[in-house]
């Protein structure tokens, strides 16, 4: 079953899309330099302020397409189990960035607690280089969910490998390099499409994930925000790559950092807190969701 | 009151009582020290021995696992239960075995553990291993069940992967905060955890009272017979399944999300309809009909319910609720707002 894991990751692997977002950044460089150097002042100031405020009007529309709990009210868990109904929609598909140790167990929790069979799931990971411990608990779920559901009701599934965007005891100073890294490889990750489902068989309905899921490592920030820069720039339609960050079990009074970047970056979908305390510290744009990562602990 | 042993474990680099005087001490006389040491602590145990739980003769002894996690180290930690003191402070409580999970620090412990002597050992085995994929293994031996074992206890660092695969079995907890880490975070999981009484919090140079702690737990309460250990079942049941994210993926599909929120608003009862809010995200996402929609920001998936059974709302549920008790959400232990219809257990 581990082989199974090992054979699906992929390292950049050669995919049309990622490479023309390449190729158009190259040429966007290229022509800035050169403009740069040809262009008067006045030019370059007029066209650096057009391009900021349309990025920041994009982004600002995205934020305020954003789902938002009401004052004072709490988002609901539904446990009526006959919705949400997703088993009827033509694809369901999740990104998620495991980051290392405990995030990676947080993570896994929550897919475990989440888990419902149809035929219709696609479940993408993503490990960082020189994880094996990740990959090796992510074969093991997968075996899990194998065993239990032998038929094609298990969905499938993938993997990538991406850089690690800033390592334990790394200094703070050297994590844009690294950062760039994984931007970089995030690009592949986010676009490419799952072998198992290609648009021949499903239209593009599994091209880009549904929904990106992220509990706190910095590589999670880093390609929300590459996800959130091709929305800005009308590469992805905005029904796709919605972004929740869940705030680690651990924090019940401060947010992380990667937490602090989310909330205050706004670019999350779904801000998330697993203790009451911190979100009524917050405020009403985050949104308290209970323990979705802690295991269930067994009676007595 | 005995206070933190420093001296006992030392640095990394020697064994010798360095703490103790400036003056240089030859070896006998630090073996000399080590010994008065030794004798005292037993003392101390002897102490606390009368309050011991007693540990029934056919069971083995209990288990003590210490973890440091997979991502970061944590020396100064597995310096301390590889001292004699600490070694003596667990013999006095019934502990047969010490296993250390020590991360990238294993070929220091190791040498550090062969150096002790028997006595220095007071019969317990220790054990060092590097990493391991099955540490629910591990943490199962320190479960205490009813015939089969007595409880043992988990010093573990402030991980919540550790942490929470340890409450998740049961065994007793010890938390000790690396605070070389990102702003010393692991002390807030370890402190909320203490306020909650699920684990113990363990201080660098104290551990011995925080297993004196978890020794008196362990008397006063079950934690030597639980029933045997069974893993949460998986799939987990649909009343514990968390639906927050299909509702994400649903609001990619605009068409099918309005129709299920249609769907669910005809599911209410007519007599809660008015307390129920639905609204939907978007600027241009569809109004529901005047009747129920009466509030005109562009707010998200809430759901109020009122309940058909009696359930009281917590106190403090009140925030922003306009009409008072009839709209307090009713909340379990969990942050899951219950439906009327779904029995509390």
Not at chain 1, 103 to 108: D, R, V
Not at chain 2, 54 to 65: A, S, V, Y
Request: charged fraction near 15%; aromatic fraction near 8%.
């Amino acid at each position: 079953m581990d082989q199974i894991v090992r054979e699906m990751v992929e390292d950049f692997g050669p995919d049309r899309f990622a490479f023309f977002v390449y190729l158009g950044l190259t040429g966007i460089i290229i022509v800035s330099i050169v403009g740069f150097f040809l262009l008067s002042w006045s030019w370059i100031t007029a066209i650096v302020l057009v391009f900021i405020t349309f990025l920041v009007w994009r982004h600002l529309s995205l934020y305020s397409e954003h789902p938002r709990p009401q004052t004072g009210r709490r988002w609901i868990t539904r446990r009526d189990p006959s919705t949400p109904n997703t088993a009827g929609l033509p694809a369901v598909y999740f990104l998620y960035i495991l980051g290392s140790g405990g995030h990676t167990t947080e993570m896994l929790e929550t897919i475990r607690r989440k888990f419902a069979p149809q035929t219709n799931l696609h479940r993408r990971y993503l490990v960082t280089t020189g994880d094996t411990d990740s990959l090796h608990r992510v074969a093991q779920l997968e075996a899990l969910i194998r065993r239990c559901f032998p038929d094609a009701r298990a969905g499938t599934m993938d993997a990538f490998r991406v850089p690690r965007a800033r390592r334990v005891h790394q200094p703070l100073w050297t994590a844009p390099l690294t950062c760039l890294g994984t931007a970089i490889a995030a690009v592949n990750a986010l676009t490419r499409e799952p072998d198992a489902r290609p648009s021949t068989r499903h239209g593009g309905q599994f091209k880009y994930p549904h929904v990106v899921l992220t509990n706190g490592p910095a590589t999670g920030f880093i390609v929300c925000l590459v996800a959130h820069l091709l929305k800005l720039l009308y590469v992805v339609p905005p029904s796709r790559l919605k972004m929740v960050y869940v705030e680690s079990w651990a924090r019940s009074r401060r947010l992380s950092l990667t937490g602090r970047l989310f909330w205050w970056s706004g670019i999350a979908d779904l801000f998330c807190v697993q203790h009451e305390e911190l979100a009524s510290r917050l405020g009403a744009r985050a949104v308290f969701v209970g323990s979705v990562a802690e295991r269930l602990a067994p009676p007595g | 009151m005995t206070n933190g042993f420093h001296g006992v474990g030392g640095d990394s680099d020697s064994d010798s009582a360095s703490s103790f005087g400036s003056e240089p001490v030859t070896a006998a006389q630090a073996r000399e020290l080590k010994n008065k040491e030794i004798d005292f602590l037993k003392g101390h145990c002897q102490a606390h021995q009368t309050t011991a739980p007693p540990r029934p003769p056919q069971l083995p002894g209990r288990h003590c696992l210490v973890t440091v996690g997979a991502t970061a180290g944590f020396r100064s930690l597995l310096e301390e239960v590889s001292s004699a003191g600490f070694l003596v402070c667990l013999a006095c409580h019934g502990y047969a075995t010490l296993e250390l999970q020590c991360g990238p620090d294993l070929d220091t412990i190791s040498a550090r553990v062969a150096r002790l002597t028997d006595e220095e050992r007071c019969g317990i085995s220790v054990v060092c291993f590097g990493y391991t994929t099955e540490m629910q293994s591990h943490i199962l031996v320190c479960r205490g069940e009813a015939n089969v074992r007595p409880a043992g206890c988990v010093i573990s660092h402030g991980g919540t992967g550790t942490v929470g695969e340890v409450l998740s079995v049961g065994a007793p907890l010890i938390v000790v905060a690396n605070s070389t880490l990102m702003d010393n975070h692991q002390l807030e999981l370890a402190e909320s955890l203490e306020n909650e009484g699920r684990a113990v919090v363990g201080h660098l140079g104290t551990l011995v009272n925080a297993v004196d702690i978890i020794a008196d737990r362990i008397t006063q309460g079950t934690l030597d017979a639980l029933p045997p250990y069974c893993p949460p079942s998986f799939p987990v049941s649909a009343a514990d399944r968390v639906t927050l994210f299909d509702w994400m993926v649903l609001t990619c599909y605009p068409a099918e999300f309005a129709a299920q929120m249609n769907a669910l608003n005809q599911a209410v009862p007519a007599a809660n309809l008015a307390n129920a809010r639905l609204q939907q995200p978007g600027r241009n996402g569809n109004r529901l009909p005047e009747a129920v929609n009466n509030q005109g920001d562009n707010g998200m998936l809430q759901l109020d319910l009122e309940p058909e059974t009696g359930l009281a709302a917590p106190p403090g549920a009140g925030d922003g609720i306009q009409n008072g008790d009839r709209n307090a959400p009713i909340v379990n232990g969990n942050g899951y707002f219950i439906n009327g219809m779904v029995q509390p257990n």
